[in-house]
């Protein structure tokens, strides 16, 4: 059973930077095929991606985010990192980290999520 553990700081202060970690078990974040997510869910409003790091490495995110983004792993931890710079309130949200995996078709799914992780972003 895969499971995904959000962890960091509650509250940041405007033009800081955000830095949650992701723990994961049950399963290698080097397996191939596997994309692991950042996705995040302001108050009041829907989910929004935020981007992910592959098995391999390799990072895509938001085109609107992307200025402030950066999604890095330790491979020897089984962990992937998000930090996201310069936030102001609006960045305030919901987090959550989750497993992107290949579905028959050539589509995909977010089959393992982790809890989500609550951070404010004020003064």
């Known amino acids: 059973q895969v499971e995904l553990q959000e962890s960091g700081p509650g509250l940041v202060k405007p033009s800081q930077t955000l830095s949650l970690i992701c723990t994961v078990s049950?399963?290698?974040?080097?397996?191939?095929?596997?994309?692991w997510t950042w996705i995040r869910q302001p108050p009041g409003k829907g989910l929004e991606w935020i981007g992910y790091?592959?098995?391999?490495?390799?990072?895509s995110y938001s085109p609107s985010l992307k200025s402030r983004t950066s999604i890095s792993r330790d491979t020897s931890k089984n962990q992937f990192t998000l930090q996201l710079s310069s936030v102001t309130p609006e960045d305030t949200a919901v987090y959550y980290c989750?497993?992107?995996?290949?579905?028959?078709?050539?589509?995909?799914?977010?089959?393992?999520w982790g809890q989500g992780t609550q951070v404010a972003v004020s003064s």
């Open positions: 049950g399963g290698s974040i080097t397996t191939n095929n596997y994309y």
């Open positions: 790091i592959t098995y391999s490495g390799t990072t």
């Open positions: 989750a497993r992107r995996s290949l579905v028959q078709g050539g589509g995909f799914e977010y089959d393992y």
